[in-house]
């Protein structure tokens, strides 16, 4: 098709035509942001996290007035949240994946060092606590029974235990030891020396500290922690069907043994896990509404531009018809013309969405839009403006020649 007399036509309608580009630019550079940034979101929220969630439910609880022996009250709870029908493992512990609250120290490779390689969270564990996380060990052991400290022991006044082995995640590893295994390697936890003697696929950091690459920078020491100290239980149910009823009697029971603590919360992990990525839900369904909400003005706009084309150029069309032009032609004279418009604003939106990935890389620490982005929302546009122009080209392709003629 001749394209000449489309641009004759727009030339005579600047305005109108500069708008629908404007539009649609505008559309193009935050829809594909927004696109990116959805995916973004979405692939945060799937994370895998290492731990059997839908197995696990916490308590949380304190104690009121005069401490009791913390060592002590942990061990009888223990005790008896373990014998509890349903319970395949309990733990008392310091943080926990998605409670915010962490423990966290520096690593280095040396003594020497003075910057730091990274920042790893500290899970201090009992002998059932990677039973009661479901941890996937890929390398390694796990702890043997004379590794245990109690936190007493290293909380006494001037005392120089500390754990001196480990457990730690495979991306920890990775960073620390690349391209080999670490498994009885060394590193420095702050300024004590921990040997590492397992590797762990996942176990992701209470919180999003340091950022999304030091996701599952965590290390299991092997501490005893009193529940006065932890403030949490961790129970694994055999059966997550289960979860509800088995909740329900540990916090009875645990109130039975001392009715002078507070049990302040208790959560299923998943219902935990929901609450961490909520802000992320919100964000995910908000940009989604933004780009619908443009691409349904963005299609309104091409609609009733077209409409007044249409309109506008009733007796043009009838002398095209009058001369020989088929339907199929006048059809495709608005579909050309609309991709032409729709063309020339994709151009505009790719150099402004990339503009605009610059600046939230600049001021937001985000990645780089992928350049696949680009070519899928420029498709994605012309199709929306082929379907949207669709409608007024149909209306002005079956105008008839003899009363197009006669229009003013």
């Known amino acids: 098709m001749d394209i000449r007399p489309i641009l004759s036509a727009l030339r005579r309608h600047k305005t109108a035509a500069a708008l629908i580009v404007l539009e649609i630019a505008l559309s193009c550079a935050i829809i594909c942001n927004a696109v990116f940034l959805i995916s973004g979101r979405l692939e945060r929220m799937d994370r895998p996290s290492g731990i059997a969630e839908n197995e696990i439910v916490r308590i949380q609880l304190t104690g009121i007035g005069t401490s009791d022996n913390g060592e002590a009250l942990t061990r009888t709870d223990l005790a008896a949240l373990r014998s509890l029908p349903g319970v395949k493992a309990a733990s008392s512990v310091n943080a926990m994946p998605y409670g915010n609250s962490s423990w966290n120290t520096s690593v280095m490779l040396t003594s020497e060092q003075t910057v730091p390689t990274l920042e790893t969270t500290l899970y201090f564990a009992d002998d059932q606590l990677t039973d009661t996380l479901g941890l996937n060990l890929i390398a390694g052991r796990g702890f043997k029974p004379d590794e245990f400290l109690e936190w007493s022991v290293i909380t006494a006044p001037n005392s120089k235990a500390h754990a001196s082995v480990g457990i730690i995640t495979r991306s920890m590893a990775e960073k620390l030891f690349p391209g080999q295994s670490a498994v009885g390697k060394t590193f420095h936890a702050g300024d004590d020396p921990v040997r590492v003697v397992g590797v762990v696929d996942h176990l992701v950091r209470p919180n999003e500290q340091d950022g999304q690459t030091a996701h599952e920078y965590a290390t299991v020491l092997p501490l005893r922690m009193p529940y006065d100290r932890s403030g949490n239980y961790l129970l694994r149910v055999s059966d997550p069907a289960r979860r509800a009823e088995?909740?329900?009697?540990?916090?009875?029971?645990?109130?039975?043994?001392?009715?002078?603590?507070?049990?302040?919360?208790?959560k299923t992990l998943e219902e935990m896990r929901a609450t961490y990525y909520q802000q992320d839900r919100s964000m995910a369904w908000l940009l989604i509404a933004v780009c619908v909400s443009l691409l349904v003005v963005t299609a309104l706009g091409i609609v009733g531009l077209a409409s007044f084309w249409v309109q506008q150029r009733t007796k043009q069309i009838g002398i095209r018809r009058a001369l020989g032009a088929t339907r199929g032609q006048v059809l495709r004279y608005f579909q050309t013309e609309n991709f032409l418009l729709a063309t020339l604003g994709i151009v505009i939106g790719m150099l402004m969405a990339y503009g605009i990935n610059q600046l939230l890389m600049q001021h937001y620490e985000l990645p780089r839009l992928p350049a696949i982005y680009l070519p899928v929302g420029a498709v994605a546009l012309w199709l929306l403006g082929q379907l949207a122009v669709f409608g007024p080209a149909r209306r002005a392709a079956a105008v008839p020649p003899a009363v197009a003629t006669r229009s003013i």
């Open 246 to 266: 088995v909740l329900k009697a540990a916090v009875a029971t645990l109130e039975r043994i001392n009715p002078r603590r507070i049990i302040t919360d208790q």
